[in-house]
C-alpha cells in the first residue's frame, strides 16, 4: 500500500503541481508585456498633451478675432442698407 | 530508511522544488507587472492632470465661435435677404444649402437661387455691397440677369469676331490695286509742271 502511494505522489501528483504552476507563471509573464505597452502608451499620451497649454493663446486668439469680427460687422451694419422685405 | 521511504522523501522533494522555482517566477512576473502599473499611474495622473483645463477652454472656445458664426449669420441675413444668403453660402459652399443656417430654422427648406454659377466673388460683392447697383438691380428679388447657358454666347455677341458674322456682316475692305472693283482715275495735272500765273505788270 505504501508502495501505491508513493508512485502515485512521483507520478500523477508532481507531474499535476508542475503543470498548475507552470500554468500560473505563463499567465503572469504573458501580462507583462501588456502592461509595458499600457505603460508606454500612458507616457506618449502624456507627452501628446505637452500641447494643450497652447489653447490658452488659442483662446486668446480666437476672442480677439470675434472681437475684431463684431467691430467689423457693425460697421458694415452702418454702412450697408438691409434687405428689402420679400414681396 | 526503507525504499518506500525514499521515495517518498524524492517525491516531496520534487514537489517542493517546483513550488520554488515556480512561485519566485510568478513574484518576479508580479513585480514587474507591479513595476508597470506604476509607470501607467503616472502616465495617466498626467493625463489626468493636463487635460483638465481643456474642457472648459473649449467650452470658451466653442461660446465665441458661435457668437461669431451667429454675427456673421445675422448680419447676412439682415443685409441680403434670406433667400440670397441662403443661395450665397450655397454658391460658396456647394450644398450648404440643405443644413440650411443655424439660427434660421426655415432656411433649410428654402430653395437657393443659383447665384454662385452665375456671379463671380467679387460680382457677388459688389452686388450686396449696392442694391442699386446695375447688376443687382433685378436679381434681389426677380431672376438672374445673365443666362447661365448662354452667357458666353451673350458676351461675345457684343464685340465682332474673326470672320465678321456676329453681330452681322460688316462692310467689306476696300480694294486696291489693278483689279480692284473701283479704279480712281488719276487726276492729270499730279505731277504734270504746275501751271505758271501770268506775272503781274507793274
Known amino acids: 500500500m505504501l508502495w501505491l502511494g508513493a508512485i502515485v505522489l512521483l507520478v500523477v501528483i508532481v507531474p499535476v503541481v508542475v503543470y498548475l504552476l507552470n500554468g500560473v507563471l505563463q499567465a503572469a509573464r504573458s501580462i507583462v508585456p501588456a502592461v509595458e505597452g499600457i505603460a508606454a502608451v500612458a507616457a506618449a499620451g502624456s507627452k501628446d498633451l505637452d500641447a494643450a497649454p497652447l489653447l490658452l493663446t488659442t483662446q486668446d486668439q480666437v476672442t480677439q478675432t470675434v472681437a475684431g469680427l463684431a467691430n467689423y460687422g457693425g460697421s458694415l451694419d452702418v454702412i450697408l442698407d438691409d434687405a428689402e422685405p420679400a414681396r | 530508511m526503507s525504499a518506500v521511504g525514499a521515495v517518498f522523501l524524492v517525491a516531496v522533494l520534487l ?95 428654402l430653395h437657393p437661387p443659383r447665384i454662385g454659377e452665375v456671379y463671380t466673388r467679387g460680382t457677388l460683392t459688389l452686388a450686396r455691397l449696392g442694391r442699386e447697383a446695375p447688376i443687382a438691380a433685378l436679381s434681389p428679388q426677380g431672376a438672374v440677369l445673365r443666362n447661365v447657358e448662354g452667357g458666353s454666347r451673350a458676351a461675345r455677341a457684343l464685340y465682332p469676331d474673326v470672320r465678321h458674322t456676329t453681330p452681322e456682316k460688316l462692310p467689306s475692305s476696300p480694294v486696291i490695286g489693278a483689279g480692284a472693283p473701283v479704279q480712281y482715275e488719276q487726276r492729270e495735272d499730279i505731277g504734270a509742271p504746275r501751271k505758271r500765273l501770268p506775272s503781274k505788270r507793274s
Open chain 2, 15 to 109: 514537489i517542493v522544488l517546483a513550488l520554488v522555482y515556480f512561485l519566485v517566477s510568478t513574484i518576479v512576473a508580479l513585480r514587474r507587472i507591479t513595476a508597470g502599473l506604476d509607470e501607467v499611474i503616472a502616465g495617466v495622473g498626467e493625463i489626468v492632470e493636463k487635460s483638465a483645463p481643456v474642457n472648459d477652454v473649449v467650452t470658451a472656445i466653442n461660446e465665441q465661435l458661435d457668437a461669431g458664426v451667429d454675427l456673421l449669420e445675422g448680419l447676412l441675413v439682415q443685409k441680403a435677404g434670406l433667400s440670397d444668403a441662403v443661395g450665397l453660402v450655397d454658391g460658396m459652399y456647394p450644398g450648404a444649402a440643405a443644413a440650411g443656417l443655424r439660427n434660421f430654422p426655415g432656411s433649410s427648406t
